[in-house]
């Protein structure tokens, strides 16, 4: 098949673009500058200049016999405590870009469209498990995956193509922001687990998804014939707080400290505290059943164990890089 990729450049796109062209597949990557297309070619992409927020260079990008349309591309923040003019763009992406590419699907017959999206727009407030039955539960930060999920499944019908929500958990990954961030910080022993209760005591699982496997998922999408919302997680709920004893333990830091989520809304924002303090339990079993996928990683454990190889490559080549 022929696919193409907005956020091809990001975390989950240029995996995106490996995966889906070492299946085979013939990829075009959006980008807007040279690096973008030295990311998407390096992974196997064509590149194609265009910007998500404006259709006509969108339709420029995309051709005629393109198979599968995918919406990856966001702007999710990473500083500690987001403005709300950072949100507001992530929002702009979400939305506009799933009006934009709902549109080209129609006008060049792709036969899919396949959007990103994120479990906890579905998280109940008494944090019981859910699933992709359960009614929505939509906040500031997530409203807009919402609108795009039900833009992309409202105007299937009437623009002929087959709609896919891959609704992923929290993501991790040697090369993102926030995994890069958090194990800088717990080397330093600057990165406290936040609590529920009084004391910080209670913790909440999580439902959690290395990029690696949210990109598989996607391909496995794109090769199946299911249509629908699916939750894209490992097999385990983990608390944050086994996420960060189990990453400091690997990297040989200080036991993180704990911080109750009253004190920390002040320093990270309510927004980052409510995630990780309240639960969020759902499984991939649905995917599992329509398109015969499971995740490499299939704990927390396991994709930790993998970050922090990667990362200890890494600097065994930056060293050797100085040294030589």
Do not use: C
Not at 246 to 274: E, H, N, Q, Y
Request: negative net charge; hydrophobic residues 40%.
């Amino acid at each position: 098949m022929k696919a193409f990729i907005s956020g091809a450049t990001g975390v989950l796109g240029w995996r995106l673009v490996d995966q889906f062209a070492d299946a085979g597949h013939e990829v075009i990557g959006l980008t807007r500058d040279e690096a973008g297309d030295q990311t998407v070619e390096e992974h196997g992409g064509t590149p194609a200049r265009g910007d998500i927020l404006e259709p006509d260079t969108l339709f420029d990008a995309v051709d005629d016999d393109v198979d599968v349309i995918i919406h990856a591309a966001t702007a999710i923040p990473t500083s500690t405590n987001p403005s709300e003019d950072e949100w507001a763009m992530n929002d702009r992406i979400r939305r506009e870009g799933a009006e934009h590419l709902a549109d080209i699907a129609g006008k060049v017959d792709a036969e899919r469209v396949l959007m990103q999206s994120i479990v906890w727009v579905a998280r109940p407030p008494d944090g019981s498990p859910f699933d992709e039955e359960s009614d929505p539960h939509p906040n500031r930060i997530t409203q807009s995956a919402l609108d795009a999920e039900r833009t992309v499944t409202s105007r299937a019908t009437a623009l002929d193509y087959d709609p896919v929500v891959l609704r992923g958990g929290w993501f991790y990954a040697a090369d993102t922001a926030h995994t890069r961030q958090i194990g800088e910080r717990l080397e330093t022993g600057d990165m406290p687990i936040i609590g529920g209760g009084l004391l910080g005591r209670k913790d909440a699982p999580i439902s959690f998804i290395h990029v690696d496997d949210m990109a598989s998922a996607f391909l496995a999408a794109a090769e199946g014939s299911a249509t629908g919302t699916f939750h894209v997680v490992d097999d385990e709920p983990t608390s944050f707080a086994d996420f960060l004893t189990d990453l400091a333990d690997r990297l040989s830091g200080p036991k993180p400290s704990r911080v109750p989520g009253w004190l920390a809304r002040f320093m990270v924002g309510k927004s980052f505290v409510r995630l990780m303090t309240r639960p969020m339990r759902t499984s991939n079993a649905k995917l599992r059943d329509a398109f015969d996928w499971s995740p490499t990683y299939p704990t927390v454990r396991d994709g930790l164990d993998h970050v922090v190889d990667e990362w200890k490559r890494d600097a065994d080549d930056q060293e050797a890089i100085l040294t030589a």
